[in-house]
């Protein structure tokens, strides 16, 4: 580095600058470590200099950023706070020590001194060259008293942060939120829940203030909104993703952050939905193939209780059997994995599987997200260890059943279920055989197909019309296998009784058919 040729000057008033040492500090991309003089970093900084001059105090103006890799720094600790001094007062707004070996130890008595009288002693990374200093202030100052150059550099480098470190999503969050000033929120609007790890919605009530404002704006969200509840106010703004997503700022002064820069905080916060989207399936493609794996008995005992040890999967566990959209599937994935709650997903045919832990998800919750989801769904008893799943799948997948196809409700299969559903495999096999066995055995002779006969004619309300429609066959056909499945069995279609009766056994028998 050349030291400045210009000689020494007189020193005006300073001109304010649009950037502060704070700024370079919080910029992410700087790499800058603020070693001592915290209660400067509001100082303004009118431009960056390189300077290799012993005393910069002679040779630049008030306001002034010193950059330098320290060999400028005196060596004795007396003359270090010297140093300091002489820099404070000539209105300097800080040094940056880069790298060097050329520069000396910085004493214990200089950055006391630094602290007493608020003069920012900064750190310089050896990768980030002091040009990129001088870019920022530049840039900044051109824009004069308007933060946002600053401010959008800033949530830029939380970005690039982000990336680099293992971040919890609420984290990064709090690193935009002092960007801005604002309490942020990240939530899908519809369903009123976080979208990070770790966040929070709002209460409800400024839910209820979202959809009044939305309504009044021919039923879709403008750019920005702004909502008031009580005496607190908040912006709203839709953040770009694959998902329905929404920015919820509150401001933490009086002051409300620029749209622009609001706007690039959304962005970032995209960014980690799309993190969250990416966690979310590879948990659930790791679940579920652990899942499939254990019910078809893949792997050793021993290792199966290793596994779910690692997914924390101990103690008291129980199965769910979801039968609802994707969409509702994927967003309870991402509940749980957002609030930190270990568990399996995978699928079972048309119907989802889940495994958890039974503190971790309390039945109330799942009642009310079966409400909200409008879903169909049926829970085990608890079950401890890998070795029990498979009855415990086969319990929830039950308990779904019960539930009729037109309904939204969660079915339980334990103490309160009734006394006739089977607990296991190995009862789920006698129920069918029990009401289906001459049925099974006379398809198996024959070749007939009065079971999947029985199962349409029952799916249509004992309709033969539309149960021949469904089969491809002639309703006199349909009415003939009828009869002779009454025949067998010795249960008579105008019977209720035995009509359920029917009905639950061709449940346990295809519970007894699927793993």
């Known amino acids: 580095m050349t030291a400045d040729v210009h000689r020494p000057i007189s020193k005006p008033t300073a001109v304010p600058g649009s950037a502060s040492v704070r700024d370079l500090v919080e910029l992410r991309h700087l790499q800058a470590t603020l070693l001592a003089g915290e209660a400067g970093l509001d100082r303004r900084v009118s431009w960056a200099h390189v300077c290799d001059a012993f ?51 910085l004493s214990d008595e200089m950055l006391t001194a630094a602290d007493r009288v608020g003069f920012p002693v900064i750190h310089g990374a050896h990768a980030v060259g002091f040009a990129q200093y001088v870019r920022f ?7 004069g008293e ?6 959008i550099a800033r949530v830029n480098g939380e970005v690039m942060a982000s990336l680099r470190e293992t971040l919890v999503g ?30 929070e919605a709002p209460d409800r009530a400024w839910k209820a203030a979202y959809d009044a404002e939305v309504q009044r704006s021919s039923g879709r969200a403008p750019f920005v909104m702004n909502l008031a509840v009580g005496d607190k106010t908040a912006l709203t703004m839709p953040i770009v993703s694959e998902r329905s997503a929404c920015l919820i700022a509150f401001p933490e002064g009086d002051s409300r952050p620029r749209l622009a820069v609001l706007q690039q905080v959304a962005a970032a916060c995209a960014l980690e939905i799309g993190r969250v989207d990416a966690a979310v399936e590879r948990s659930r493609r790791a679940g579920a193939g652990l899942l499939n794996d254990t019910l078809n008995a893949r792997l050793e005992p021993a290792v199966l209780t290793a596994l779910f040890r690692e997914r924390r999967l101990q103690g008291d566990l ?7 959209r994707p969409a509702a599937i994927e967003r ?31 039945q109330v919750d799942l009642v009310e997200r079966t409400t909200l989801e409008r879903w169909r769904a049926g829970l ?5 260890g890998p070795g029990n799943l498979g009855d415990a799948v086969r319990q929830a997948r039950w308990a779904l059943e019960t539930v009729s196809p037109n309904d939204s409700a969660l079915a339980l299969y334990g103490d309160s279920s009734p006394s006739f559903l089977p607990r296991t495999l190995a009862e789920s096999k006698l129920a069918a055989d029990r009401v289906l066995g001459p049925l099974i055995e006379y398809d198996r002779e024959q070749g007939t197909d009065l079971i999947k006969t029985l199962q349409a004619y029952l799916e249509c309300d004992r309709s033969p019309t539309r149960a021949s429609e469904l089969l491809f066959i002639h309703t006199q056909t349909v009415n003939y296998r009828i009869t002779r499945i009454q025949e067998l069995t010795g249960r008579s279609m105008r019977s209720t009784g035995d009509v359920s009766e029917l009905w639950f056994a061709l449940r346990a028998l295809a519970l007894a058919q699927t793993t």
């Open 55 to 105: 005393d910069p105090w002679n040779w630049l103006e008030p306001g002034d950023l010193v950059l330098t890799c320290g060999y400028i720094v005196p060596k004795d600790p007396s003359a270090q706070v010297q140093f300091v001094e002489s820099m404070v007062a000539a209105g300097l707004s800080g040094i940056v020590i880069g790298e060097d070996d050329r520069c000396p130890h």
């Open 137 to 143: 202030v530049a840039a900044a100052n051109a824009r």
């Open 146 to 151: 308007d933060q946002s150059f600053t401010q």
């Open 170 to 199: 609420t984290e990064f969050v709090e690193r935009l939120s002092r960007v801005v000033n604002c309490r942020l929120h990240v939530v899908d609007p519809e369903m009123w829940e976080p979208l990070i790890r770790g966040g």
């Open 318 to 324: 129980r199965a769910l059997a979801i039968d609802g």
């Open 332 to 362: 309870l994935a991402r509940r749980w994995l957002i609030r930190g709650i270990p568990f399996l997903l995978g699928e079972i045919g048309q119907v989802a599987v889940a495994v958890v832990r039974s503190v971790d998800v309390p």
């Open 380 to 384: 085990s008893d608890a079950f401890a």
